[in-house]
């Protein structure tokens, strides 16, 4: 009993990690970044608030990773119940968290494009715009997938 009370802890506290870092990633910093149906504003208000959607992609891979970890204690607790059942969840997991990752990896080249923003707006603004767009909706894509 006390090896289950401390598998259900962790368990907990891994949730706890999930849900404070996935609303922060995946609601509160595309509230403030992104405008829907406008790439300049949209374009703008990354570049005003860079660290915060750097912070946004932190969270992103801290909950992805905590995701990660998290149905090994669930399996310690649950595989007593329905070891098939467990075995599946972990199997969803462990296939979703890749996908969720490579997805992430659209934010990081948002921030790639932003460095070069200054050679690229020399080719036209429109394009930076475009390429951010196409990054968020990879993106996005990338995560209804997963």
Not at 23 to 52: C, H, K, M, N, W
Request: aromatic share 8%; glycine share 8%.
């Amino acid at each position: 009993m006390p090896s289950n009370k401390r598998h259900a802890r962790l368990a907990g506290l891994l949730y706890l990690v999930v849900v404070v870092t996935g609303f922060f990633s995946l609601a509160y910093v595309p509230a403030q970044t992104l405008v829907s149906g406008d790439a300049a504003a949209t374009l703008s208000r990354i570049t005003a608030s860079e660290f915060l959607f750097r912070l946004g992609i932190a969270a992103g891979f801290l909950c992805y990773a905590a995701f990660l970890l998290l149905p090994f204690p669930l399996y310690r607790l649950l595989s007593p119940v329905h070891r098939g059942a467990a075995l599946l969840m972990a199997a969803f997991v462990l296939a979703s968290v890749p996908i969720s990752l490579i997805a992430l990896t659209h934010k990081l080249d948002i921030l790639s494009i932003l460095q070069e923003g200054g050679r690229l707006r020399a080719l036209g603004g429109d394009q930076v715009q475009a390429q951010v767009m196409l990054s968020l909706e990879a993106y996005r894509n990338g995560v209804l997938v997963s």
